[in-house]
């Protein structure tokens, strides 16, 4: 059993940063890949951004390669994301994900889920 919690969120101006930060309880964090993805009102939850279990390997979504960072601490039990360059589009309740296995990007592959953070993006 893996719990997930977001913290981090907020308003923040067009052009602005946010740090994203994922605290997952359990001694197995690094067993796992963990994703975030997001979903904006009336919007189906969209990928964000995948890392590997040792961190290694990252991936992103197009409309978000480039401006966002992936990144985890296993000593920590952390995975983090760094927004940059935020845009109104950005606006979303933020979810971090762990999953064992299974397809990167896609949300059934993910077992265990945080209760997410607002990010909102003015302009």
């Known amino acids: 059993q893996v719990q997930l919690v977001e913290s981090g969120g907020g308003l923040v101006q067009a052009g602005g940063s946010l740090r994203l930060s994922c605290a997952a309880s359990g001694r197995t964090f690094s067993s796992y890949f963990m994703g975030w993805f997001r979903q904006a009102p009336g919007k189906e939850r969209k990928f964000v951004a995948d890392i590997s279990r040792g961190g290694t390997n990252t991936y992103y979504a197009d409309s978000v390669e480039g401006r966002f960072t992936i990144s985890r601490d296993n000593a920590k039990n952390t995975v983090y994301l760094q927004m940059n360059t935020l845009k109104p589009e950005d606006t979303a309740v933020y979810y971090c994900?762990?999953?064992?296995?299974?397809?990167?990007?896609?949300?059934?592959?993910?077992?265990?889920w945080g209760q997410g953070t607002q990010v909102t993006v003015s302009s």
């Open positions: 994900a762990a999953r064992y296995s299974g397809s990167r990007g896609y949300a059934p592959s993910y077992d265990y």
